[in-house]
């Protein structure tokens, strides 16, 4: 199969929300205002984990990485759409949405294997706690992270390279405020066949996958929590994994959600109102989600903001 001719000089048009000029400014103000508090939030963890020695573990480690991966991650997507509405353009070139498919595949990645790490450490300091720091030592979180990064970009990578592979005619009006990979699919002339085969069977390799570990780590907990004699201890027990629960069960509801709205209504806008659910609210609260849940964060960022003052 050959790529599209003159792909280069294609264009997408990201519809997004609403076509209505005068909802265009509240929706600018608002998707902002996410943005910016997403940012400054998870650079806030990001900087508690680093400045303060009692954050100094496993648990921090891999919290301060879903920080640094949540910023990446809206910033794959929203920054181009604020701009497309101050320009009142809809317009994203073909170079630019292969682009941004690649780093969006990449950092959903993430999300999804670092918190399946997370639920590890987590399975790890409960159900083996007198084993906890030789078994999470610096190394094994090193490398865990390190596994992360590499299939996350080989996976973004294939689903990059094969997109070039794709013709696209005349219908490239995307129901989105992003270019989704699926949704760019569906606009291509040519056969997609092998494209949506390795999209469906990573889905369920990359995105089961972790999945699957979260759900085995969580049944192991359970099992040591209900074993725990005192109502007290249970509640500590409970309480070191209730944020990263929380964190789990916003991202792959949201993701659920977002699935089963493109089922329903493949090309309406519902799909990327779902979507901000995942892409933009997800991101956004997780910081929120730890600090508040969390007297080691809270003690950490008072400390920041003291010496600062």
């Known amino acids: 199969m050959e790529p599209g001719n003159d792909s280069q000089c294609l264009e997408f048009l990201l519809l997004g929300f609403a076509e209505d000029p005068e909802l265009q400014p509240l929706i600018f103000g608002l998707f902002l205002s996410m943005y910016l508090v997403t940012v400054v939030w998870n650079l806030l963890i990001i900087l508690a984990t680093i400045s303060d020695s009692h954050l100094h573990t496993p648990m921090y480690f891999f919290l301060s990485n879903l920080s640094f991966v949540d910023i990446c991650f809206t910033s794959t997507t929203i920054p181009k759409m604020l701009v497309n509405i101050q320009t009142q353009s809809k317009a994203i070139t073909y170079a630019g949405c292969i682009t941004q498919i ?44 390190l596994v992360s990064w590499v299939v996350s970009f080989l996976h973004a990578l294939l689903q990059s390279l094969m997109m070039l592979w794709l013709s696209f005619c005349t ?17 291509a002339c040519s056969d997609t066949f092998l494209n949506d085969l390795v999209i469906y069977i990573s889905a369920v390799l990359l995105g089961g996958g972790p999945l699957t570990g979260i759900l085995y780590s969580y049944c192991k907990i359970v099992s040591s929590i209900r074993a ?33 709205s493109s089922a329903v ?38 400390r920041i903001y003291e010496r600062e003052r």
């Open 265 to 302: 209504a493949p090309n309406s806008h519902s799909i990327a109102t779902a979507s901000v659910m995942y892409t933009v609210i997800t991101p956004m609260l997780n910081p929120f989600i730890y600090s508040l849940r969390n007297k080691d964060i809270k003690s950490a960022l008072r």
């Open 228 to 260: 725990i004699s005192s109502a007290q201890g249970k509640y500590k027990a409970f309480s070191t994994c209730a944020s990263h629960l929380s964190m789990v069960s916003l991202f792959y509801g949201t993701s659920l959600g977002v699935y089963l």
């Open 171 to 187: 219908d490239l009006e995307i129901p989105h405020f992003f270019c989704e990979l699926n949704q760019v699919v569906q606009r």
């Open 102 to 145: 690649h780093f969006f595949v990449l950092f959903v990645g993430l999300d999804d294997f670092l918190l399946a790490v997370m639920a590890y450490d987590r399975y790890v300091a409960i159900c083996l706690p007198l084993h906890y720091m030789v078994i999470m030592n610096c190394r094994l979180c090193g490398l865990l992270v």
